[in-house]
């Protein structure tokens, strides 16, 4: 071996030595720093692991009350501080019957461990999520094939029949204002007829001849005047003793004159101020029926722009979509259609108004000729005793009296007697025997109304239980609760007016619309509107429902006693949640109100079709109301004695009432945040658990520690340099691990 490299690697002063001390310990505290780490890394991620296995394990802990009832996930059995630490520490012991004595490279201390709940049931967002994740594959499939498909075959005819009862029922409450203006009028022009015949001036004109005159008529003083006009001639030339006597007789003559034209001036200027101003009031009836003639007119051309009837197109055009209609009669949408399109044969042109005017004015008129006619007999009966020296003015009065009788004869014909004029514009008015018909059938559907408000009006009138006053009152209190806890102001209750519509008619209009807002609720299910129609379902399923069957002793004998023990919420949870009144009827009386509407607009519109053939639209109208009327009836009945009614006569498949509470719910609106509530309150009701006291879900932490093996100073340096997680405290790292969860 060479002499130099002996010497450099077995020299004896120690530096080869302390050289490789120097390597080694460098080494060694590299290893033991990448040992160390290696522990706290691999500590991370089975401290990370036991407290996520901890979290799942606080919830495998649900309530199981709540999911089997209701389908919802709640925290519940073990309490979770309790299991989240058992877990926690298992985990830190390793598995069951590993050799304890061994060397686990790294082993944990549970320094302390904390359980928060990060979400409750009682959240409406949470809780809607349950609610959807729970329906998402049953509602679609339920509600689409069983009862959507059901209401395709009649959508057309029903969207027909919603314009046209619309239409007509508008029509017909202008048109009975119109009419009601032009009775006036007709009024006006008797009452101005009356007024001249009452005026005095027929007694003062003899309508026979003169020789039926008496002296105080127009015809005796001009029978009178020759005598008169001849004694003023003679009196000169007559005895002193025979002309004071004529002399009394021809002042007595002159006084009947004087006095007989002020009669008949004061008459007859009387007469024609009070027709003038008949004729003003009538002048003003006519021009307010011409302007509701107009809103008729108006409504017509209108009636085809209605946007609200869209629901019913995209219910119809699901036929298309794999959803087989039954059949409808071939035509019965066409059919209605043009009973919509003969609404304007109730509009009156432009051109009879005019004519009526005119009318008004030729009696206006006529009144004036009789006053004319009375001034001149007047003013030449003032000549012929001012000037009485010749015999023509005696012709002049004849001539006055006739032209008297002459106008008023002509007025008595056209006003009075027979009132040619006023008679014909009766007949025209009445338009045959068309109001009378309409009288009776508006007396025959009052009739049958009268009958089904009664109905509907028996469930408010029930006798009320004070238990089931006490359950709607915690009920009450849990929904405002609720709605406190998710910062929502409680709602008012939803106002289901149509149990207060005044008239069939107004049930009809009121029947009509709820009627277009449930097929818009149809349409927005085929059209993948989610939400509503997966809490309609929901409440459809896990809720109770006031079963028709209840109803029976009311609608057969008219009584409700047997009702009160029927009216506790567990009978009525789905009418409830869907109306909202914390009310033991009014929630009932809600549905079976708009249960009554919904089919008084289908069966309407098979009256429309039955009806067809009266030709005037407000008699197809009336008798249509008749018909659904008398059909809805007996569908009530049906509905307390099986439980389903058929959907229409021309579609024969049966609806239950379960079908159409589906319905209304989606009609208000079953997801938002009041219905929820009431959801939640109607369990925590039932099942005494407070659900906003409920996690949905959980955040663990854990505090745990570990001891180092090696140089923990040198790991507290590298950990106050942001390289670590957690911290060295002492000869142990410390580190903390949070983790949430939910259902």
């Known amino acids: 071996m060479d002499t130099a490299k002996y010497r450099v690697l077995f020299r004896e002063d120690g530096a080869v030595t302390i050289f490789s001390v120097i390597v080694l310990s460098t080494l060694l505290l590299f290893f033991s720093l ?3 780490y290696a522990r706290i890394a691999a500590l991370h991620k089975l401290t990370e692991d036991a407290v996520r296995s901890s979290v799942r394990s606080v919830l495998s802990a649900y309530d199981t009350n709540l999911y089997d009832k209701y389908g919802l996930f709640g925290r519940g059995g073990t309490e979770g501080q309790k299991l989240f630490a058992e877990v926690l520490g298992a985990n830190g012991e390793g598995p069951a019957g590993s050799d304890q004595n061994g060397m686990r490279m790294v082993r944990y201390n549970l320094e302390s461990s904390t359980l928060l709940a990060a979400s409750f049931l009682g959240s409406h967002d949470v809780f809607a999520r349950q609610v959807l994740e729970e329906m998402k594959y049953k509602a679609p499939i339920d509600f689409t094939l069983e009862l959507a498909a059901k209401f395709v075959p009649i959508a057309g005819a029903m969207k027909e029949a919603s314009v046209t ?23 006006l022009q008797k009452q101005s007829a009356l007024e001249v015949d009452a005026s005095g ?17 127009a015809y005796g003083l001009a029978s009178g005047y020759f005598n008169y006009e001849a004694k003023v001639r003679q009196l000169e030339t007559l005895p002193v003793a025979d002309q004071d006597k004529a002399a009394k007789e021809i002042e007595a003559y002159e006084a009947r004159v004087r006095t007989f034209g002020s009669e008949l001036g004061s008459s007859s200027d009387g007469m024609l101020k009070q027709a003038v101003d008949r004729q003003k009031e009538a002048a003003k009836e006519l021009e307010a029926a011409r302007l509701l003639n107009e809103e008729m007119l108006l409504l017509v051309q209108q009636a085809d722009g209605q946007p609200e009837h869209a629901g019913y197109d995209a219910v119809s055009e699901a036929a298309g979509g794999g959803i087989e209609p039954n059949e409808v009669p071939e035509g019965a949408a066409a059919d209605i259609k043009q009973m919509k399109e003969a609404a304007d044969e109730l509009v009156k042109t432009e051109e009879w108004f005019t004519d009526y005017k005119k009318e008004l004015e030729g009696q206006g008129a006529a009144a004036a000729d009789i006053e004319r006619a009375a001034a001149s007999f007047h003013t030449i009966g003032l000549a012929a005793v001012s000037k009485p020296m010749s015999i023509t003015v005696g012709d002049q009065l004849n001539a006055g009296a006739d032209r008297l009788r002459l106008a008023y004869v002509s007025y008595e014909q056209s006003y009075i007697r027979p009132a040619s004029i006023l008679s014909q514009r009766r007949e025209s008015l009445e338009q045959g025997d068309l109001k009378k018909k309409l009288k009776q059938q508006e007396e025959q559907a009052g009739s049958l109304w009268k009958q089904a408000r009664s109905m509907l009006n028996g469930l408010n009138a029930a006798p009320q239980s004070g238990e089931h006053m006490h359950v709607f009152d915690q009920v009450s209190e849990l929904y405002h609760n609720n709605m406190l806890f998710n910062q929502q102001t409680a709602e008012a209750s939803r106002d289901v007016a149509f149990g207060v519509a005044g008239d069939a008619h107004e049930a009809a209009e009121r029947s009509i619309a709820l009627t277009g807002t449930l097929f818009t609720g149809i349409a927005d299910v085929l059209e993948r509107t989610r939400d509503s129609l997966y809490f309609g379902e929901y409440v459809a399923h896990r809720y109770s429902y006031f079963a028709p069957q209840y109803l029976r ?8 006693a047997e009702l009160p023990d029927a009216f506790a919420l567990q009978n009525q949870e789905a009418e409830y949640i869907i109306y909202g009144f914390h009310h033991p009827t009014a929630n009932i009386a809600a549905a079976y109100g708009e249960l009554f509407a919904a089919r008084l607009a289908i069966r309407t519109m098979e009256g429309l079709i039955e009806s067809r053939n009266l030709g005037h639209p407000l008699l197809i109208l009336s008798a249509a109301l008749i018909y659904g009327l008398k059909r809805t009836m007996e569908d009530m009945v049906a509905f307390t004695e099986q439980g389903s009614a058929p959907l229409s006569k021309y579609v024969k498949v049966e609806l239950s009432y379960t079908d159409y509470l589906r319905l209304f719910s989606l009609m208000h609106g079953a997801g938002d945040r009041s219905s929820m509530a009431r959801m939640i309150a109607v369990i925590e009701q039932k099942s005494g658990v407070v659900l906003s006291a409920v996690p949905t879900g959980v955040t663990g932490e854990a505090r745990i520690s570990m001891p ?9 340096i590298i950990g106050g340099l942001g390289l670590l997680e957690g911290k060295v405290v002492g000869n142990r790292y410390e580190t903390t691990q949070t983790i949430g969860g939910s259902y």
Request: charged share 25%; aromatic share 4%; glycine share 6%.
């Open 708 to 716: 180092l093996w090696f140089v923990p100073g040198v790991m507290r």
């Open 165 to 187: 009862v619309n239409l007509l029922e508008r029509m017909r409450s202008l048109y009975e204002k119109r009419e009601a203006h032009l009775d006036k009028v007709l009024e």
């Open 553 to 560: 002793s009311l609608l057969a004998e008219g009584s409700g």
């Open 34 to 36: 990448l040992i160390d």
């Open 201 to 217: 001036i027929p007694e003062m004109i003899p309508l026979q001849m003169q020789s039926a005159a008496g002296e105080h008529t």
